[in-house]
């Protein structure tokens, strides 16, 4: 199958780029050495060469080097468009530039071991580069290009990881540590160095006892080095005409992606909708980079899903992990082969958090929910009496306190409107009875105003009142909003009945007032408070409603 070959050459590019990166991290480790002193830096590298010199490792570290070169090439050809995100774009420009700066240093150490046995030091190594104002710049500079490369690359892959948020600084401090100690260590050691270097009959005994090449070897790696640039830039350019020339071969079978603003972005057949978006310059989540290793590219597919082949085991499995609904597939594992029509589902900047927990409800599901508002009795008239800045810490003070309650309880803090709360439980669909956590929820919101009204004491000329109101049924659940402002949220007649049913806590003078419905939904006894029957705006039926004087009774 397509999809899993694909998936395979995608796992053993990232395995041939953790070995190369460990290469990399292992080597400048051992340049730290030299804030010590050379001696250490050669005795780091005893250890160093047993490893990395060990025929079986040596074998595999080369065939990493071709792999992994031969895998981004594949890649950078099989890119319908070089319109990326930057930390791709940036990734894909170092990876490119990491051969022509490492290509010297390769030849005078490693080859010039192989074939003229030269007992690669770090004296002459590190002679050999102090000597020369470029090749300390060129050396610096593949230093940190093949460092930030190598960064980007495991942060791709870590980043989806659920315990890489909180390992994250310690991961960008040793990133930014290692490569600042291995030049530093680098200079210090150039210093030592230079210094023996004036010695009379240094240099002398140092190229005997390490075997410096001659004249003519030398310039045979300077002849290799020109044959390997002229090589390389040959397969890269040679990339780069292969991409358009194949592009304008098929130009004319273009494929058309449709967007639900109306704009339709025309793709080559073999691009993925991904590409298309960013082609057509329309933001488009992808935290893996398009990798197809997280979820939130996904998109629904309105109309043309039969000009899409199956998706493949990796992609089902990553769609089967967040709930995905029918229709909905991996914008950047799909290539439609004819008219498609899409809508991502998730906002442009969602996050890896996003991408590891969101379920597809987020994209809009009708769920069996429960829907608390609750409002500050008389808080405009509170306001008025008091400095703008003693406001803001009240309603703080107060959010925090609901904001608890709804959390403790298992429910979902919708939104804050002015001094009022509106919450949701039972939208994720885990385990628990959705109207026995709202109640529970109005119970703590009802303790926790009373101790907030006892901390503030005197300082309030009257304790804080609430109303609650809370009603449950069918709503319509997903992620609303405009831009990169999107939450979690719900709409419906059970919300706006909620809604007014706090309302009606002022009229029954009580602090909560929930459904009846509700009540049957919690499977508790109906003597929780008094029954009456309302008639609310926008209903021609009653309603059946129980008002509690204080939530803080409720007995659950």
């Not at 240093?105 to 004296?123: I, K, N, P, R, S």
Request: hydrophobic share 50%.
């Amino acid at each position: 199958m397509p999809g899993r070959h694909t998936h395979l050459l995608g796992r053993l590019r990232l395995a041939t780029g953790l070995f190369l990166f460990f290469y990399v991290l292992t080597h400048n480790l051992n340049h730290a050495l030299g804030l010590v002193s050379l001696a250490a830096m050669d005795a780091g590298r005893i250890p160093f060469l047993a490893f990395w010199r060990f025929p079986p490792i040596e074998i595999l570290f080369l065939l990493s080097i071709v792999t992994h070169f031969a895998l981004g090439m594949r890649a950078l050809y099989n890119r319908h468009s070089l319109r990326m995100p930057f930390w791709e774009g940036a990734q894909l420009i170092l990876g490119l530039s990491i051969p022509p700066l490492l290509t010297l240093h390769f030849l005078g150490t490693a080859v010039a071991h192989w074939v003229f046995g030269l007992d690669d030091a770090y004296e002459e190594t590190v002679l050999a580069l102090a000597s020369s104002g470029i090749l300390v710049a060129v050396q610096t500079t593949a230093v940190l290009v093949t460092w930030i490369h190598g960064c980007i690359g495991i942060g791709f892959w870590l980043r989806l990881k659920p315990w890489y948020p909180k390992a994250r600084i310690a991961l960008f401090t040793a990133a930014l540590l290692i490569p600042v100690l291995s030049l530093l260590g680098f200079a210090q050691a150039a210093r030592e160095v230079l210094t023996l270097a004036k010695q009379p009959g240094w240099f002398h005994d140092m190229a005997v006892r390490r075997h410096l090449p001659g004249r003519e070897a030398v310039e045979q790696l300077y002849l290799w080095l020109d044959f390997a640039l002229v090589g390389y830039a040959v397969i890269v350019l040679g990339v780069l005409v292969g991409r358009y020339l194949r592009d304008w071969l098929i130009r004319h079978r273009a494929v058309r992606v449709a967007y639900p603003d109306g704009k339709v972005v025309n793709i080559q057949p073999g691009s993925t909708i991904l590409e298309a978006s960013r082609i057509g310059n329309i933001p488009h989540a992808s935290v893996c980079g398009g990798r197809g290793r997280c979820s939130t590219c996904r998109v629904r597919i309105l109309a043309g899903d039969a000009t899409l082949p199956p998706p493949s085991v990796e992609e089902l499995r990553v769609l089967a992990r967040v709930g995905a609904a029918p229709g909905t597939r991996l914008a950047c594992q799909a290539r439609p082969q004819g008219y498609v029509k899409v809508v991502p589902l998730l906002p442009p900047g969602a996050t890896s958090r996003q991408a590891q927990a969101q379920a597809d409800f987020h994209s809009g599901k009708e769920r069996e929910i429960a829907v608390l508002f609750a409002d500050i009795r008389g808080f405009t008239q509170f306001s008025e009496q008091r400095l703008p800045y003693d406001v803001v810490f009240l309603l703080n003070r107060y959010f925090r306190a609901m904001g608890e309650a709804v959390i403790a309880s298992g429910g979902h803090l919708d939104k804050f409107i002015g001094d009022g709360v509106m919450a949701l439980f039972g939208v994720d669909g885990k385990p628990g009875n959705p109207a026995t956590q709202a109640l529970d929820a109005a119970r703590r919101m009802s303790l926790n105003l009373a101790e907030m009204n006892a901390s503030f004491g005197e300082e309030l000329q009257a304790p804080l009142r609430i109303g609650i109101g809370i009603h449950y049924g069918p709503a319509i659940v997903g992620e609303m909003g405009f831009g990169t402002i999107h939450t979690l949220t719900a709409v419906g007649d059970t919300v706006n009945t909620a809604s007014r049913l706090e309302t009606a806590t002022k009229e029954l003078n009580c602090q909560l007032v929930v459904s009846e419905t509700l009540v049957q939904a919690a499977e508790i006894p109906s003597e929780i408070g008094k029954m009456h029957e309302i008639e609310l705006r926008g209903r021609s039926a009653t309603l059946h409603v129980y008002a509690i004087k204080n939530a803080a009774t409720l007995e659950l």
